[in-house]
T-cell receptor, first 115, second 114 residues
Framework: DSGVTQTPKHLITATGQRVTLRCSPR?????VYWYQQSLDQGLQFLIH???????AKGNILERFSAQQFPDLHSELNLSSLELGDSALYFC??????????????FGPGTRLTVL | GEDVEQSLFLSVREGDSSVINCTYT??????LYWYKQEPGAGLQLLTY?????DMKQDQRLTVLLNKKDKHLSLRIADTQTGDSAIYFC??????????????FGTGTQLKVEL
């Protein structure tokens, strides 16, 4: 158990819908990262938040957005869903000490199926 | 550029050593990682190495880093059936604005046979 929690575990929805994935980082970690794992793209970095602020953006579609709240939990919002958005979405967290970002610990993931 | 490559499959007999290889392209990597993913499960951090180190040993795991050739390897001694999984190498890259991201390889599926 990494200490990172994600809900829900599974999500099945239809094309055109909107969903919200939730992540709680490990206690004390200020950084939260989101990744997408799909069969054709592999593991792709989406976005990094640090203490409520966006720090880095990867291959995140405009239909996707994220935020990190004052209690440090994060949400990934996926809208106008398409079949190709079906994937495993991982959240990771890490601590930062003296300007150095530490090891990323991953949550169990949310499996999204778009029908 | 950022590109991390791994071979797709490796098959070994129980009790033998496994060596999983990885090459990366970004010389600004700070840390390099090995993660393990079992079927239907999340990513489990196995070990990592700081970019200024050559080797790290952790029980049955040995990580070797050749920075000149941008080559990373993971050796698993006395491989067991429970080691069957997909192994991902990843490089940690600092990005503009103080952010950080991991770039993952394609993953190597390790199959351990009796």
């Amino acid at each position: 158990d990494s200490g990172v929690t994600q809900t829900p575990k599974h999500l099945i929805t239809a094309t055109g819908q909107r969903v919200t994935l939730r992540c709680s980082p490990r206690s004390g970690d200020l950084s939260v990262y989101w990744y997408q794992q799909s069969l054709d793209q592999g593991l792709q970095f989406l976005i990094h938040y640090y203490n409520g602020e966006e720090r880095a953006k990867g291959n995140i579609l405009e239909r996707f957005s994220a935020q990190q709240f004052p209690d440090l939990h994060s949400e990934l919002n996926l809208s106008s869903l398409e079949l190709g958005d079906s994937a495993l979405y991982f959240c990771a967290s890490s601590v930062e000490r003296l300007g150095i970002l530490g090891t990323q610990y991953f949550g169990p993931g949310t499996r999204l199926t778009v029908l | 550029g950022e590109d991390v490559e791994q071979s797709l499959f490796l098959s070994v007999r129980e009790g033998d050593s496994s060596v999983i290889n990885c090459t990366y392209t970004d010389s600004s990597s700070t840390y390099l990682y090995w993660y393990k993913q079992e079927p239907g499960a999340g990513l489990q951090l196995l070990t990592y190495i700081f970019s200024n180190m050559d080797m790290k040993q952790d029980q049955r795991l040995t990580v070797l880093l050749n920075k000149k050739d941008k080559h990373l390897s993971l050796r698993i001694a006395d491989t067991q059936t429970g080691d069957s999984a997909i192994y991902f190498c990843a490089e940690s890259i600092r990005v503009t604005g103080g952010g950080n991201k991991l770039t993952f390889g394609t993953g190597t599926q390790l199959k351990v046979e009796l």
